[in-house]
């Protein structure tokens, strides 16, 4: 309980001594303080792209296969809405027979082509249980 109170303390010290050199900063360079804030940003962008670009490929290839089929999905129903055979009425010509509404009922079943795609898993690694 001791420990708690100290630690609490130092560490409103440490805030306090922080708030009061960021005041002074401002107060006596606060061009030097701009430039400081441009290359911590700049620093911390970098090691976000190099982050993004080298460790996301390592940590997870499943997200990339995600969003590969989600863009396969995309791309074939914004496609398949305008070309849709069912979506347009046609007028029979006259030379054709008045078909029977079973046959009617039927085309309207017809399926269209599922959106799957396999997603490779991870079928081949063992579980790791405690028991």
Known sequence: MLFSRVSNWIIMLLIGLAAFGFVMK?????????????????????????????????????????KQAARYSAKKYQNNNAGNVLSR?????PKQKAKPSY?????????????????????????????
């Open 89 to 93: 009425k046609v007028k029979p010509s």
């Open 26 to 66: 401002v107060i006596t360079d606060p061009m030097g303080l701009l430039k400081m804030v441009l290359i911590i940003a700049a620093v911390a962008g970098l090691f976000y792209f190099l982050y993004k670009r080298f460790m996301a490929k390592r940590m997870g290839p499943d997200n990339g296969q995600y």
């Open 103 to 131: 046959t009617k009922a039927k085309a309207k079943k017809r399926r269209n082509d599922h959106n799957f795609k396999v997603i490779e898993g991870k079928k081949g690694k063992k579980k790791n249980r405690a028991l």
